[in-house]
């Protein structure tokens, strides 16, 4: 049993980078679609589909991003808060990932945002993770 969801959903999109993988599947639920749509909105990786496996569980099929040499898009990617220590920052607060380069994923009352969106809103909450 996996006690951090979004740790395990980084940790297979990392994984099956590193390896090469053009897709990976990734359990399915709500939040990680909000997550895997946002990094799609970003361009971190292509596309997101959503799936039934041979056991009749949802999964979300992630097919991944290369450059043309064949490098992954994401050079890092790592969770920010965890189950055991919530990160909530305000808007003024939210850091920026490698001058702004980078993005944080932050979920809000608004829903699950990068962090542009949220100072533009003005709306603070928990760090997700770090991506760039």
Do not use: W
């Not at 395990?8 to 939040?31: C, F, M, W, Y």
């Not at 490098?71 to 702004?100: F, L, Q, W």
């Amino acid at each position: 049993m996996v006690t951090d969801q979004i740790a395990d959903l980084l940790t297979r999109i990392r994984n099956a980078q590193n390896a090469g993988h053009p897709t990976v599947s990734i359990p399915a639920s709500k939040e990680k679609l909000n997550i895997l749509n946002l990094l799609e909105k970003e361009g971190f990786i292509l596309k997101t589909l959503e799936e039934k496996s041979e056991e009749g569980h949802p999964v979300l099929k992630v097919m991944l991003k290369y450059t043309t040499d064949g490098e992954p898009v994401i050079n890092a990617i790592s969770r920010i808060s965890s189950p055991g220590k919530r990160m909530y920052v305000k808007c003024t607060e939210i850091p920026k990932v490698r001058g702004g380069l980078g993005v944080i994923l932050v979920s809000t009352s608004k829903g699950v945002i990068s962090d542009r969106e949220a100072r533009k809103l003005g709306v603070g909450g928990e760090l997700i993770c770090s991506v760039y």
